[in-house]
């Protein structure tokens, strides 16, 4: 398994970002998968996930009408769009799914900076 996020950077309050997570080594399409993020001093916490038809989203509060998460089943592939961000969405963002009830895949995370 392997999951590798991209596409974080540096951007200033009220910019937008695209994240992006490539998969491989199982059947992504049979898989729900989720955006996590952790800010320094802070848990990681859930920012988003998605079915795996991609019909079903859910969202944090912070981040509703704001980021959207999305996947493309044919390209192996899921996104998280964000808009309008804000300093204290400054965190490293990690791209997950969960196969079995006690198994978790992570990738190494992609880092996103708000700032000025």
């Known amino acids: 398994v392997q999951l590798v996020e991209s596409g974080g950077g540096l951007v200033q309050p009220g910019g937008s970002l695209k994240l992006s997570c490539a998969a491989s080594g199982f059947p992504f399409s049979n898989y729900g998968m989720s955006w996590y993020r952790q800010a320094p001093g802070k848990e990681r916490e859930l920012v988003a996930d998605?079915?795996?038809?991609?019909?079903?989203?859910r969202y944090t509060d912070s981040v509703k009408g704001r980021f959207t998460i999305s996947r493309d089943n044919a390209k192996r592939s899921l996104y998280l769009q964000m808009i309008s961000l804000r300093p204290e969405d400054t965190a490293t963002y990690y791209c997950?799914?969960?196969?079995?009830?006690?198994?978790?895949?992570w990738g190494r995370g992609t880092q996103v900076t708000v700032s000025s």
């Open positions: 998605i079915s795996a038809t991609g019909t079903n989203t």
């Open positions: 997950t799914f969960k196969p079995e009830p006690t198994t978790r895949y």
